[in-house]
């Protein structure tokens, strides 16, 4: 987190001239609204950045696919392996030659293409709760950065009032220099408070540049958007913990239990008997028991029945009880997740309290105080009761509080977006 403290500079520090540093800030800034005249920005609240984002955003689209993919593979569930076709040529029955053609299936148990089924299933409605998993996490980024921005543009403007408040008083302690009113500790020190500004302030705005380019990629759109400034109205009177279970998240973990088991019933399917099927036409040469002459077009039928019993199940057995180990596993993992998530939720409200306390001292009292202490050191200054270094302490103070207040409203900003977060709320 970038911190923005304007503090009265040493006399001993490195000294920076008026010139360069204007001078520099005159290019950065020339390029700065270059860029962005070409770039025209867009204003956009923070439903329409949310909304923008859940049809673009390429991960989105990308979990979307993976659950197509997956309702797509349901329908392999009663996969039937090859039919085999069998052919024989020779001395079967006699010395004569015979032929027999034949086909044989073998498949598993109907109950086994079931529970794959059931399995499948479950994958697929996993692959659907993380869609929206993936949704509400890009909520939360978008919000954000939404808010970051927004607070990053706030102190932007509170550093180009700084500087312009501190370019006044530094013309004036240059004339004072000059007349021999002021020494040059005075003058130096207005140099630096100067030449620090407009440092913070390049640096601000190249903090922006990267965010923006982080917001337009969460949006995933060709459009330069800009934040329009707007608060948050949630009135949050307690952290119920209960809505936690309904998280798309926490239906994620606890689905991953019901997945295992789908897996063990599927597992102990397996050990049912194969079913495996026959049949046979066959031509045979001579004459037969029915004392009848017969050539060797195929002519004889017959059928066949078998079951594949498994006897060494001993293997079969050990990936059951592994399947049931990992039953309790999902469910172990759901259990402190959600704990995890209960702590959490509790952390953002305390914080979003604490951070709401701070803004309601900052609205009623701070502010206020830092408005009256603005107005008397400038009256002082004016009037000689005071001198610049005096009236540098007393409105860096002013700044301070100016500054804190900013970062107090983000702090909370930011709070309401976590407890949106597990409140599932777009």
């Not at 002013?398 to 702090?411: E, G, L, M, P």
């Amino acid at each position: 987190m970038i911190s923005y403290n304007f503090r009265e500079t040493p006399y001993k520090e490195r000294q920076v001239t008026t010139f360069n540093i204007q001078f520099k800030f005159f290019i950065s800034s020339c390029l700065f609204f270059i860029f962005f005249s070409v770039n025209a920005q867009t204003p956009i609240s923070l439903q329409e950045a949310i909304d923008t984002a859940l049809l673009n955003n390429r991960t989105v689209k990308n979990e979307r696919l993976r659950s197509e993919y997956q309702q797509q593979l349901i329908k392999s569930g009663k996969m039937i392996p090859a039919t085999e076709l069998l052919g024989e040529y020779g001395q079967i029955n006699s010395v004569y030659n015979d032929t027999r053609i034949g086909m044989s299936q073998t498949i598993s148990f109907p109950k086994v293409y079931t529970r794959q089924k059931e399995l499948l299933n479950e994958e697929w409605k996993s692959s659907v709760l993380n869609v929206n998993v993936q949704e509400a996490q890009l909520v939360k980024q978008v919000s954000q950065v939404f808010y970051k921005l927004v607070y990053f543009h706030q102190k932007k403007e509170l550093l180009q009032k700084t500087d312009a408040l501190f370019s006044e008083f530094l013309q004036k302690a240059t004339l004072r220099f000059k007349a021999g009113e002021s020494n040059i500790l005075e003058k130096t020190t207005a140099e630096n408070q100067r030449g620090q500004i407009a440092l913070q302030l390049q640096q601000l705005e190249q903090d922006i540049a990267i965010l923006h380019l982080h917001f337009q990629l969460l949006l995933n759109t060709d459009t330069e958007f800009s934040p329009a400034a707007e608060a948050f109205h949630d009135v949050i009177l307690n952290p119920d913990t209960n809505v936690l279970i309904s998280h798309p998240e926490m239906k994620w973990w606890f689905h991953r239990k019901e997945i295992a088991e789908a897996n063990t019933r599927l597992e102990k399917s397996k050990l049912l008997p194969d079913i495996s099927l026959a049949y046979n036409i066959m031509g045979m040469r001579g004459v037969n028991a029915n004392d009848k002459m017969y050539d060797a077009t195929p002519q004889f039928h017959s059928v066949q029945v078998g079951l594949g019993i498994p006897i060494f199940t001993g293997g079969q057995k050990a990936k059951i009880n592994a399947s049931k180990i990992n039953e309790s596993l999902a469910m172990n993992e759901y259990e402190a997740k959600l704990q995890q998530f209960e702590k959490e939720y509790r952390s953002a409200f305390l914080t979003y309290q604490k951070y709401s306390d701070a803004v309601y001292f900052y609205e009623n009292t701070a502010l206020q105080n830092a408005e009256k202490i603005t107005k008397t050191a400038n009256i002082q200054f004016l009037n000689g009761e005071i001198n610049y270094l005096e009236w540098v302490l007393l409105i860096n103070q002013v700044i301070v509080i100016q500054s804190d207040y900013i970062q107090a409203v983000s702090d909370r900003n930011q709070a309401v977006t976590e407890l949106n977060f597990y409140n599932n709320k777009k």
